[in-house]
């Protein structure tokens, strides 16, 4: 089929799509209702029970994470990365909005495991920012956001991030976007020649998990889309897809369209870690570049069906898979043979001095899989499952071995119509080398009203697949997320450890307390500084009275000293749009000016005991030009201003004469 032949194809089979027709294909069967209550039993998890599986979906432009359970798809939580989130008081403490620094929102598309020999380990989750050119890392053992690395040098778009290599040594990530080196200045008509794309590798401390950046590889100006790690004996490579090798600007539709064919980059990234430690790049933008025409042997370009979006390596290592967009096929090339081609220097040309491996050197199989190819794993039992866009359908199809002479058609073994138009799809422990076969689940981008009408405002469609109970694909549910989920990883709850609270002897904050008598709260006239340290437990604040003075700065270390799961404290000061949500054992600060005078409650907004409602507190904050004066509480609490500015203080001893409040833990 010629190229200009398929786009139509592809093009109509899209109109159907999306006005609501499912295209059938050859072999497509219809999605089958089925046994109705072998599926629902298959996907309940009756009250009590846990699922077996952690999803981790990718949150878009809502700049989260979020965690369902499989196979009920039940949501359970949802984790705050790149924006603010009250319903954890993430972004309201200091240490949140130090890491969100002066960014309020992020774009996520790819979450990855942390790895030890190839398979998840259950530390660490590293997501992309592909909006504000970042990467983040999520501590598994309590799935708080710990770090956000960036913004990344020379990077426009971390799109095609992240990937962890084998052993969690670097996460690797590429630029979607083109752009100048160093943030120089070009006009767009120099794209062609002056523009350059970046693959970055992101080192990672194999104790900690902090990352730093390692080393960067300069590319021709393509856009780059996903990659993959290898695995095995290509576990010190990496692949990228890109988009645009016509080097186009303006309406890419129709200029990026033009030629047969896209490139996978493969990359040395064991060489590139090499050749930055001996100081063969250039620095720029504070970082290492190398310039793949001057260090051989660390890029090659490997030609792929048009517009691709994936690039998944099979669980051998030996199998990488590329689908181009605009072409109705997967073309499964072998790492071999790449390998092959590359120490024979079988190439068909060169971009920017970067050797194009011949495509027939490397290639194994042009497996007709389907109308939009996007994505592909696997299930360790020799299949692949290749999202169809246009199609709206998932392909199942035989990895190699081939018998010689194989009719490729018959390589697809069957195929399942989702609702509507899939995406990425996932399957249990996909990326790893030992997949567990049992279950796929399609993130569609169009649910086409097939939940109750919630207006223009549409969720995504998520469905649970099961791939272990035959050849045969199964439907088993439906479920609706928040905008917009990307890729996903799947991984069973035995490989998490999270834990429940945090043990008192962990917390090293320096202004945690632990028992009401150490609460206090100081002010230093000259610097108009007041610094608390606050005690919450069930079911009060302790102190339950702070004097502040107008313009006065405000800091409140909060420590919730229970010790039990559960037991979350909030702390909200009302009309000044602060919220803190303390887990039990945590520390956190609040920091804030007190620009309005008068008396403003505080308050728990997390439901913690039957007294709940009256865990609360007053924040007066006394008018400029009066005295703040000696005053005796209800509950014993004291506080006085010195009157010389050199050595003005307020002081309190917040538990003289206090009664512990009925419920109360110690």
């Known amino acids: 089929m010629s190229r200009l032949a398929s786009a139509s194809t592809l093009l109509l089979a899209g109109l159907a799509a999306c006005g609501g027709v499912t295209p059938e294909a050859p072999g497509q069967r219809p999605m089958a209702t089925g046994d109705v209550q072998a599926a629902a039993a298959a996907s309940y998890v009756k009250p009590g029970d846990l699922d077996d599986y952690y999803l981790f979906y990718s949150g878009g432009h809502s700049g989260q994470v979020f965690v369902a359970g499989v196979p009920s798809m039940r949501h359970i939580a949802t984790i705050p990365v790149f924006a603010p989130y009250p319903g954890t008081g993430y972004g309201f403490d200091e240490e949140s909005k130090a890491m969100l620094g002066e960014y309020t929102w992020g774009d996520v598309h790819h979450p990855a495991l942390s790895k030890t020999a190839g398979n998840y380990d259950g530390r660490w989750l590293f997501v992309n920012d592909n909006g504000n050119n970042r990467i983040a890392r999520i501590d598994l053992r309590d799935l708080k956001t710990k770090q956000i690395f960036g913004p990344i040098p020379n990077t426009m778009g971390n799109h095609g991030s992240s990937m962890v290599t084998e052993n969690s040594e670097y996460a690797l990530v590429a630029t979607r976007f083109s752009v100048p080196m160093g943030s120089q200045y070009e006009p767009l008509e120099n794209y062609a020649t002056k523009f350059k794309g970046a693959v970055s590798g992101i080192r990672i ?19 780059w889309d996903l990659g993959a790690t290898g695995k095995g004996a290509s576990e010190d490579w990496a692949f990228w897809t890109s988009y645009n090798s016509e080097r186009a600007t303006g309406k890419l539709e129709a200029n990026a369209s033009q030629k047969d064919r896209d490139y996978v980059a493969v990359v040395n990234w064991r060489a590139a870690e090499a050749a930055a430690q001996a100081g063969r790049g250039s620095q720029i933008g504070g970082v290492t570049v190398i310039d793949p025409a001057q260090v051989p042997g660390v890029m090659f370009l490997l030609p792929c069906g048009k517009s691709p979006h994936g690039v998944d390596v099979d669980p051998s290592g030996e199998y990488v898979i590329c689908s181009g967009k605009l072409q109705p096929t997967s073309t499964v090339f072998s790492f071999t043979k790449i390998q092959d081609a590359i120490a024979r220097k079988a190439y068909s040309g060169q971009e920017d001095g970067i050797p194009v491996i011949t495509y027939e050197e490397a290639m194994i199989m042009e497996v007709p899989v389907g109308l939009g190819p996007l994505h592909t794993q696997f299930d360790g039992k020799g299949y692949a499952y290749t999202s169809l866009y246009v199609e709206s359908a998932i392909a199942k199809w035989k990895l190699p071995p081939y018998a010689a002479g194989v009719d490729p058609k018959s390589l697809v073994v069957d195929k399942i119509p989702v609702q509507f138009n899939v995406g990425h799809l996932v399957t249990a422990h996909g990326d790893t080398r030992n997949p567990k076969g049992d279950w796929l689940v399609a993130m569609n981008k169009m649910s086409k009203g097939r939940h109750l009408n919630v207006g223009p405002s549409i969720p995504e469609s998520s469905q649970l697949i099961d791939i272990a109970s035959g050849e045969k694909m199964k439907m088993v549910y439906e479920s609706y997320t928040e905008p917009e989920p990307h890729f996903a990883q799947l991984v069973h709850r035995d ?172």
């Open 495 to 666: 490989v998490l450890t999270p834990i429940e609270f945090y043990p008192k002897g962990e917390n090293r904050n320096p202004h945690a307390i632990w028992q009401p008598s150490d609460a206090k709260v100081t002010r230093n006239a000259a610097r108009r500084t007041v610094e608390g340290n606050v005690y919450a437990i069930r079911s009060y604040f302790e102190p339950g009275r702070i004097q502040v003075m107008e313009g006065d700065t405000v800091i409140l270390h909060i420590t919730n000293a229970e010790q039990q799961r559960d037991e979350i404290h909030g702390f909200g000061l009302v009309a000044f749009d602060k919220n803190l949500v303390i887990d039990p054992g945590e520390t956190k600060t609040l920091k804030f000016v007190a620009r309005k005078s008068g008396v403003y409650p505080y308050y728990c907004t997390n439901f913690c005991s039957a007294l709940h409602q009256e865990m609360q507190g007053y924040l007066e904050v006394v008018p400029r030009g009066r005295t703040m004066a000696l005053y005796r509480g209800n509950d014993g609490e004291m506080s006085f201003e010195r009157r010389a500015p050199e050595t003005a203080a307020r002081t309190a001893d917040p538990h003289a004469g206090h009664a512990a409040s009925p419920g109360a833990a110690h």
């Open 205 to 223: 401390d194999s104790a900690t998990g902090t990352m730093s950046l390692g080393w960067q590889i300069m590319t021709p100006p393509f856009n």
